[in-house]
């Protein structure tokens, strides 16, 4: 596949005026160069979860976004690659990738080794220490960049990509086996929802 034209500038949805009374405008940012371990994706889609609006308002027991220079919330995008780092072999232009509530793990830890990154103390949150997915154009590490197989809508991968992952780690660390009763309180939300339809 050619090498798509990549803009040297896009749009993102930057938070202003952190805390409380934040809003969200539209603003061209600078699109971001992979560094040699990353991929670059072109975002299509991003999901809208309530944690970004706490790390927007800044009232959750975690250092503020400004704190990491993060100006874009967001942690549920889906894209395509557009631009790999020299060392990533096993994406190319064109594969579909999506970007999780974690943005990387230390890989190297206990939790990581026994798949429970959720737990690792070396975490980076997107959104909140790297750039979030309410930009056009974001980076990934390549190994931690999440593959979207054909026939999944980018608008549905998104969300995926944090709603459905908490549930299914919820489901696999209950140990429920198959025949067993799950209640969901709030399942009408979209957590809920795709707890409900992972359990079935």
């Known amino acids: 596949m050619s090498q798509p034209e990549i803009p040297k500038q896009c749009k993102a949805g930057v938070v202003v005026n952190e805390g409380p009374d934040f809003h969200v405008e539209v603003q061209m940012v600078d699109v971001p160069e992979p560094k040699d371990d990353e991929v670059l994706l072109k975002l299509n889609a991003t999901g809208l979860c309530m944690s970004d609006v706490h790390f927007m308002m800044n009232d959750w027991a975690v250092p503020p976004m400004s704190t990491f220079n993060t100006k874009c919330a967001g942690h549920e995008g889906a894209g395509v690659v557009v631009k790999v780092g020299k060392n990533v072999t096993d994406w190319a232009v064109g594969d579909r ?104």
């Not at 999944?152 to 198959?178: F, N, Q, W």
Request: charged share 15%; net charge neutral.
């Open 97 to 200: 990738g999506g970007v999780k509530p974690l943005w990387d793990v230390c890989h190297n830890c206990e939790e990581c080794w026994n798949g429970r990154e959720n737990y690792c103390q070396k975490a980076v949150y997107t959104g909140l220490v790297a750039t979030g997915t309410y930009q056009q154009y974001i980076t990934s590490p390549a190994k931690y960049t999440s593959r979207i197989p054909d026939g999944v809508p980018d608008e549905v991968a998104g969300p995926i990509m944090c709603s459905a992952s908490t549930m299914h780690r919820a489901l696999i660390d209950s140990g429920l086996k198959p025949g067993q009763w799950v209640v969901f309180p709030g399942g009408g939300g979209g957590v809920g929802i795709q707890g409900v339809q992972l359990a079935k």
